[in-house]
Every structure is written in C-alpha cells, then in structure tokens.
C-alpha cells in the first residue's frame, strides 16, 4: 500500500543552521509528493510539491526534490530562522485512477532558537 | 492506524440539505482540527476546537459549524449544501492547543467523502 515516513521530532535548530527533515515514501505507480507545514495556531499550507521524478519543488527557501531511485523526498534549507518554528507534513498522492486523497506522514516538529 | 476515526467515510447529499460529520480523536488528544479538501487541491483549514471551544478558524462561511465534547471527540456541521461542498472532510487530533511546537504529534483521521449532488 501507500504510506509516508518522515523523520521524528522535535527538531531544535539554532537560527542559521541547515535543516534536513527526511521523508521516504511506499507507493505504486507515479505519485505525487507534498511538503505542508503548520504554523501555531494555523491550519496546514502547502509548502511546496514535485509531481515527477527529479522534479525539485521549492519555496521559501526550502527544497526537495523527487529521488525516486530512493522513494525519497527530503526537506532542506539552508539557513533557519526563528519564524520557520513550525510543523512540517510530508504527504503523497497515489495519482492512481480516482484515489486522490492525499496519505500524511505524522508530521515533524521544528523549534528555532534564536 | 492513527487512532483517529471519521465516520461515515462516505455519503452523498442533496444541494439545500444539511450533513453532519464525526470525529473520535486519538486518547488524550484535547485539540481537534477539520479541514476540506477538494479534488485536485490541497486541504483547506476549516476550524480548530481545544477543549470543547473553537480557537480558531479559517476562512469558511458561518454555515460550517462545529462542536467538541467533553471526550473531545467531535461534530461538523454543513448546511445549505453547495455542489462545491463535495470534497474529503479530514479530521486531526492532537494534544495541546498548537500553539506551541512543543514537538506534540497531529494524527489525522481517514476522512470523509462528501459528494453534493
């Protein structure tokens, strides 16, 4: 079946260090592939996408890119900063007939220290 | 299996009626979330209820509607149906208000398919 692995957390970062929050996924065919975060006291925003292999989304400064070699679909930056304090979402869409509905990793908590 | 159950997973409704969609949160999780998703889009966030009050809430009319119980399990309520209701209702719990990102974990439910006909 589908499913989406992230790497857990909390994750505490000074401001200005590199982050990667790993995610790996299982799925058939051709999937599509999220990262969403969630600020304190908002809802889920979609932080960027890659709907094929070696795609690479960005946004913000932050990036992955579509490894499907490894089912991979890391999250990186460079260079944090205090308002990048969030809840991160890894997720899929199988693109597989009908089935759109997204499958979500458990999500993964970051704290940036100033 | 993320503890976290919505029911029913699927119905079809008439535009004008009224549904009501349910959630069990995960034990011990006091904060509930629901958001809609769309065919082809991302989830949008629809509200927020910690303990049993609504402490936040996106940009839905007045016509979705919720409630939390005191088990913190909970309800939304959509009335005057529109065709453009039709979507995945998603459920997610967790614990705390998130407010903080104290490294509290958000488990969603399975959803519930909605289709407005």
């Known amino acids: 079946g589908n499913s989406v692995t992230q790497m857990e957390g909390p994750v505490t970062l000074s401001e200005e260090a590199f982050l990667t929050i790993n995610c790996t996924y299982t799925?058939?065919?051709?999937?599509?592939l999220f990262w969403y975060v969630q600020y304190p006291g908002e809802g889920l925003q979609l932080l960027l996408k890659?709907?094929?292999a070696d795609d690479k989304g960005s946004n913000k400064g932050f990036e992955a890119t579509y490894r499907k070699e490894t089912t991979s679909f890391h999250l990186e930056k460079g260079s944090v900063q205090v308002s990048d304090s969030a809840v991160y979402f890894c997720?899929?869409?199988?693109?597989?007939?009908?089935?759109?509905?997204?499958?979500w990793g458990l999500g993964t908590s970051l704290a940036v220290n100033p | 299996e993320t503890g976290v159950t919505q029911s029913p997973t699927h119905l079809i409704k008439t535009r004008g009626q009224q549904v009501t969609l349910r959630c069990s949160s995960q034990?011990?999780?006091?904060?509930v979330s629901w958001y809609q998703q769309a065919l082809g889009q991302g989830p949008q966030f629809i509200f927020q209820?910690?303990?049993?009050?609504?402490?936040g809430r996106g940009n839905f009319p007045p016509r979705f509607s919720g409630l939390q119980f005191p088990n913190y399990s909970s309800e939304l309520n959509v009335n005057a149906l529109e065709l453009d209701d039709s979507a995945l209702y998603l459920c997610?719990?967790?614990?705390?208000?998130?407010?903080?990102?104290?490294?509290?974990?958000?488990?969603f439910g399975e959803g519930s398919w909605l289709t407005v006909v």
């Open positions: 997610a719990s967790s614990s705390g208000a998130a407010r903080s990102v104290s490294g509290n974990t958000i488990y």
């Open positions: 034990s011990g999780h006091n904060t």
């Open positions: 209820y910690y303990r049993e009050e609504e402490n």
């Open positions: 799925a058939t065919g051709y999937p599509s």
């Open positions: 890659a709907t094929k």
């Open positions: 997720a899929l869409s199988p693109n597989a007939g009908n089935n759109r509905k997204l499958i």
